[in-house]
DNA sequence: TTTCTTTATCGTATATTTGCGATAATGGAT
DNA sequence: ATCCATTATCGCAAATATACGATAAAGAAA
């Protein structure tokens, strides 16, 4: 005799996909958020930024401006330096091509695909 | 006198952003989990679609895929139709190409403003 | 050494997302 | 009218994200 209580759910049920499919959607994530489009925006214009300049022009606290920064980072979209008690950051532009180019290849191929089809 | 007690944190900063930097992240949110990019796979590849077909596809429950349908047609990156007792899907690809012109320029113009700096 | 500046991390509160089962609602079939 | 198939929604539990203040850590400056 057998008894299973389900007691928890929301298990995480990511890792049941394609491993491209998981990749696109961690890279969506990691710019789903406005503070960290804004964060690369900066980054892009000042090419090279420590955390306190974006602390300044964004409407955040500097721990969760520090937090979005460890995301974009975790994500590979940007690069971190240390430089003496500060951290100067810039955007990785060759991961941020890659992602960009398959994200725009997701398009395409979505394209391609109904047009087989039809 | 005036006495100021915060009680709650967390507050949703989001519209402080600009409407371009939202919409991008809306976008991106909308598209920032695997399940959701694979029932794009689907409505591509078979143009129309309905929900249990695309339940029958996806390692999730019924509740769940209807759950992330709504979260896409919410984006606008797919229109849903009531055809009997079934609901037939199928990709705006109107919205979806604009937001991905919109998405793709993202990398242009902060690769642009990058030159300009240096 | 002590102090100051800067940033990362911790702790906490809240909001949102993810996921499922159960149920309601809709329309076709009998 | 009753039953069946399909889907949306509700209610709930758990996981994750967002945001802040407080504090730790690390190096520069005094």
Redesign the pocket.
């Known amino acids: 005799m057998v008894l299973v209580i389900?007691?928890?759910?929301?298990?995480?049920?990511?890792e049941?996909f394609s491993t491209k499919e998981q990749e696109l959607a961690a890279f969506a994530?990691a710019i789903?958020?406005p503070?960290?489009i804004a964060i690369l925006t900066v980054l892009a214009k000042k090419n090279e930024c420590?955390?306190?300049?974006i602390?300044e022009i964004l409407?955040?606290?500097?721990?969760?401006?520090?937090?979005?920064?460890?995301?974009l980072k975790n994500a590979g979209l940007i690069d971190?330096a240390?430089d003496?008690?500060?951290?100067?950051?810039c955007i990785n532009w060759k991961a941020f091509e890659k992602f960009n180019a398959e994200f725009g290849s997701l398009f395409t191929k979505l394209k391609e695909v109904n047009k087989k089809c039809c």
Chains 1, 2 share one sequence.
């Open positions: 389900y007691l928890s759910m929301a298990f995480n049920k990511k049941e994530k789903s958020h503070a960290r420590i955390c306190g300049e602390v409407p955040l606290a500097q721990s969760t401006v520090s937090q979005h920064l460890k995301e971190g240390i003496g008690p500060r951290s100067c950051y």
